[in-house]
C-alpha cells in the first residue's frame, strides 16, 4: 500500500514511528506536510498539490493535525476522502473531536459521564451561574487550549469569578468544570485502535502541579483497565466517530468521567509507559480497512 502520514513535523516521535511502523510491514509511506498542499476541488478530479506537483492518489492516509492549524487539515483530509481514500480518522470525527464543547455534548447525549460542566455566552452574572456548581474549587479551560496550556484551577468560587471575567474581558470562550477532587492529580488515558484498547496508562502530575499531561512534567505508568473503565473508552470513541484516539478519564466517586477524547494522541508517552508498539496496531487497523 502508499500510506501518507499528514504531519507538519516528520521529526516528531508519533510521525516517525508510524513511519517505521509502515515500512517493517512492507508498505511504502510519504510523510506530507498538510499545511503545504493546495487543493484543487472539481466534480470529476479531485487533486492535490503538493511542492508543485499532483500527488499520486494513496490507499490511506493518517491525520496527524495540530489544533492550530485544525481547518486547513481536517480540508485537506476531506480532499482525500473526496478522492475515495481511506483516512485512519475521519475529517468529520477530527473535526467533532477538535470542539471541546460540541465534543462534551456529544458525549453527554451518549449517556456517558462527565465532570460537570458549564459554558455562557460571556455571561454578566458570573456569580450566579458558578452556584450551578457544587465543588468549592473548579477547573477553568480556554476552549481552544491543549497539552494543559490554558487550564486554571480556581480554589473558591471567588477566584473562579474573577478569572472568568478576566477570561471575558479578553473575548476568550472558556469553559467551567466541577474540580474532581478524588483524583488526586491524576489521570487515565485509553488508546483506542478500531474499537479496541491496545494500550492504557495512568498519568499522575509533578508535585504541586494538578494537571497530569506529560508535556507538564506528569509521569506515566502501565494499568489494566476496569470492564467499566474499558466500555466508557470505547463508547466514548465510538460516540465522536473515532477510528483511533485517546480517551482522557478521571476516576470518581460516580464512576469513571471523560475529561476528553483526543483524535491525533501522542504515541510516545503510551508506547514508554506500556511497552507496546501502538504505531503497529495503527497499521494493522489501516490494513484491515483498505
Same mark, same amino acid.
Given at each position: 500500500?502508499?500510506?501518507?502520514?499528514?504531519?507538519?513535523?516528520?521529526?516528531?516521535?508519533?510521525?516517525?514511528?508510524?513511519?517505521?511502523?509502515?515500512?517493517?510491514?512492507?508498505?511504502?509511506?510519504?510523510?506530507?506536510?498538510?499545511?503545504?498542499?493546495?487543493?484543487?476541488?472539481?466534480?470529476?478530479?479531485?487533486?492535490?498539490?503538493?511542492?508543485?506537483?499532483?500527488?499520486?492518489?494513496?490507499?490511506?492516509?493518517?491525520?496527524?493535525?495540530?489544533?492550530?492549524?485544525?481547518?486547513?487539515?481536517?480540508?485537506?483530509? =476531506?480532499?482525500?476522502?473526496?478522492?475515495?481514500?481511506?483516512?485512519?480518522?475521519?475529517?468529520?470525527?477530527?473535526? =467533532?473531536? =477538535?470542539?471541546?464543547?460540541?465534543?462534551?455534548?456529544?458525549?453527554?447525549?451518549?449517556?456517558?459521564?462527565?465532570?460537570?460542566?458549564?459554558?455562557?455566552?460571556?455571561?454578566?452574572?458570573?456569580?450566579?451561574?458558578?452556584?450551578?456548581?457544587?465543588?468549592?474549587?473548579?477547573?477553568?479551560?480556554?476552549?481552544?487550549?491543549?497539552?494543559?496550556?490554558?487550564?486554571?484551577?480556581?480554589?473558591?468560587?471567588?477566584?473562579?469569578?474573577?478569572?472568568?471575567?478576566?477570561?471575558?474581558?479578553?473575548?476568550?470562550?472558556?469553559?467551567?468544570?466541577?474540580?474532581?477532587?478524588?483524583?488526586?492529580?491524576?489521570?487515565?488515558?485509553?488508546?483506542?485502535?478500531?474499537?479496541?484498547?491496545?494500550?492504557?496508562?495512568?498519568?499522575?502530575?509533578?508535585?504541586?502541579?494538578?494537571?497530569?499531561?506529560?508535556?507538564?512534567?506528569?509521569?506515566?505508568?502501565?494499568?489494566?483497565?476496569?470492564?467499566?473503565?474499558?466500555?466508557?473508552?470505547?463508547?466514548?470513541?465510538?460516540?465522536?466517530?473515532?477510528?483511533?484516539?485517546?480517551?482522557?478519564?478521571?476516576?470518581?466517586? =460516580?464512576?469513571?468521567?471523560?475529561?476528553?477524547?483526543?483524535?491525533?494522541?501522542?504515541?510516545?508517552?503510551?508506547?514508554?509507559?506500556?511497552?507496546?508498539?501502538?504505531?503497529?496496531?495503527?497499521?494493522?487497523?489501516?490494513?484491515?480497512?483498505?
Amino acid at each position: 500500500m502508499l500510506i501518507y502520514i499528514l504531519s507538519a513535523n516528520s521529526s516528531l516521535y508519533s510521525t516517525k514511528r508510524l513511519e517505521e511502523a509502515a515500512k517493517q510491514r512492507k508498505h511504502e509511506v510519504r510523510i506530507i506536510n498538510h499545511t503545504k498542499c493546495d487543493i484543487v476541488i472539481e466534480q470529476k478530479r479531485p487533486t492535490i498539490i503538493y511542492n508543485g506537483e499532483t500527488l499520486p492518489t494513496p490507499d490511506a492516509v493518517i491525520p496527524r493535525i495540530g489544533a492550530s492549524v485544525t481547518f486547513y487539515g481536517t480540508a485537506v483530509v =476531506r480532499q482525500f476522502e473526496m478522492m475515495k481514500v481511506f483516512s485512519a480518522v475521519e475529517s468529520q470525527a477530527l473535526v =467533532r473531536s =477538535r470542539d471541546k464543547l460540541r465534543s462534551l455534548q456529544i458525549l453527554a447525549r451518549a449517556g456517558l459521564g462527565l465532570p460537570k460542566t458549564l459554558f455562557t455566552n460571556y455571561s454578566k452574572d458570573v456569580k450566579k451561574l458558578l452556584e450551578n456548581i457544587d465543588s468549592k474549587e473548579m477547573i477553568i479551560k480556554l476552549l481552544e487550549g491543549t497539552q494543559g496550556l490554558g487550564v486554571v484551577l480556581a480554589e473558591t468560587k471567588n477566584a473562579a469569578e474573577s478569572v472568568i471575567e478576566a477570561f471575558h474581558g479578553l473575548k476568550a470562550r472558556v469553559i467551567i468544570q466541577e474540580y474532581i477532587k478524588e483524583s488526586k492529580g491524576t489521570d487515565i488515558r485509553a488508546f483506542i485502535v478500531d474499537g479496541n484498547v491496545v494500550g492504557a496508562m495512568r498519568r499522575t502530575a509533578k508535585e504541586g502541579e494538578f494537571r497530569s499531561n506529560l508535556h507538564r512534567g506528569g509521569s506515566a505508568e502501565l494499568i489494566e483497565l476496569t470492564d467499566e473503565e474499558e466500555i466508557v473508552a470505547i463508547k466514548a470513541c465510538k460516540a465522536l466517530g473515532l477510528g483511533i484516539a485517546g480517551v482522557d478519564m478521571l476516576l470518581s466517586k =460516580r464512576g469513571p468521567l471523560i475529561l476528553e477524547v483526543n483524535s491525533s494522541p501522542g504515541l510516545e508517552g503510551i508506547e514508554k509507559a506500556t511497552g507496546k508498539d501502538i504505531a503497529k496496531s495503527i497499521i494493522r487497523y489501516i490494513e484491515r480497512h483498505v
